[in-house]
């Protein structure tokens, strides 16, 4: 037996179209295994990034790519 749905199609629009009518710029819609609906800006994402060191690891990687090491 299939178990219920933590959201609803209707949630996550409700929630997109709130941000957007607030003026809110977002990169990201996502919805946790909890349920919580998160709509994240560019600015938290590349916080988020840097905290964990992607920026620097992906610069590498796309240095590597192109043959640039």
Known sequence: MKKPSKFLQGDVSRAIKGALAGGFKFEEVRVEPDGTIVIASSQRLAAEHDALGVVE?????????????
């Not at 992906?58 to 192109?66: C, N, Y």
Request: charged fraction near 55%.
């Open 57 to 69: 690891l992906d610069a590498r990687l796309e240095r590597d790519a192109d043959g640039k090491s």
